[in-house]
């Protein structure tokens, strides 16, 4: 059985008295340990689809099963809360807490999870940094870092609850190249552990660095 399995994904945003499609029936098998790219022009789904796989929204219709749990029926809280046991998500704003030093923002998915001490989360946090070279940092506050070492605290803030699937929406979009290089290298490594990782782009180089490529076209995945 797929990890991740989405079958005829439909979501329609209601703007007033238009209807949006942003997705017209996609399907996607994930398997555990996999690596894939989705690969689209811009207004294609890939947010959308990345949102509804991520548990942050739900499908307008179609479904959903995510590590063998029907998560298309789930709603509000029962939603965020598979979201907060199985999906890391990483942007390409980052979304740090600007006011969190490194290691709380790291440690944070554990606060919202709950059933740590402070020392748990500190600790956990501390191991994650540390496989991700940023153990000089954990002091720092976000602005004080490179663009590269905060998309590196932004992976270690999604990996420190040990999620079944890592989810990244266009992770380089706003880093040079050496500090996208850098990041994707990154990703490998995470991967090389045994992460499965669906990562979204529009840059067919970046795509290149997963082991397959999915194409998205007009909210459809192309054949
Ligand atoms: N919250 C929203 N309300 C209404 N329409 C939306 C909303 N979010 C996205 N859309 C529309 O849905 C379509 C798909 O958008 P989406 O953000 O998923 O594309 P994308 O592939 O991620 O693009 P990009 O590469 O620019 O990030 C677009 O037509 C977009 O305008
Ligand atoms: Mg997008």
Same mark, same amino acid.
């Given at each position: 059985?797929? /990890? /991740?399995e989405a079958r005829d994904i439909t979501k329609i945003y209601r703007l007033g008295r238009v209807d949006v499609p942003a997705l017209r029936g996609v399907d996607l098998d994930v398997q555990q340990g996999e690596y894939v790219a989705i690969l689209g022009p811009s207004g294609s789904g890939k947010s959308t689809l990345m949102h509804i796989l991520g548990?942050?929204?739900?499908?307008?219709d179609g479904s959903y099963r995510l590590g063998g749990t029907d998560v298309g029926t789930l709603r509000g809280r029962a939603l965020a809360r598979v979201r907060n046991r199985k999906v890391g998500f990483v942007f390409q704003t980052f979304n740090l807490m600007p006011r969190l030093? @490194? *290691?709380e923002n790291v440690a944070l998915p554990l606060q919202y999870?709950?059933?740590?001490?402070?020392? *748990?989360?500190?600790?956990? &946090?501390?191991? @994650?940094?540390?496989?991700?070279?940023?153990?000089?940092?954990?002091? +720092?506050? #976000?602005?004080?870092?490179?663009?590269?070492?905060?998309?590196?605290v932004a992976i270690a803030r999604a990996l420190v609850g040990e999620p079944a699937i890592l989810l990244v929406d266009d992770p380089t979009g706003n880093l040079d190249s050496k500090a996208g290089a850098e990041v994707l290298e990154t990703f490998r490594e995470v991967h090389a552990a045994g992460?499965?990782?669906? /990562?979204?782009? +529009?840059? #067919?180089?970046?795509?290149? *660095? =997963?082991?397959?490529? @999915? +194409?998205?076209?007009?909210?459809?995945? &192309? =054949?």
């Open positions: 059985m797929a /990890l /991740l548990c942050l929204d739900s499908a307008t030093t @490194v *290691e999870r709950g059933g740590y001490t402070r020392r *748990e989360r500190r600790g956990r &946090a501390g191991v @994650v940094l540390e496989r991700l070279g940023m153990s000089h940092r954990v002091g +720092h506050r #976000p602005e004080e870092l490179s663009g590269g070492e905060r998309q590196r992460n499965t990782i669906v /990562l979204v782009t +529009h840059d #067919p180089n970046v795509a290149d *660095e =997963a082991d397959r490529i @999915v +194409h998205m076209i007009d909210g459809r995945v &192309a =054949a």
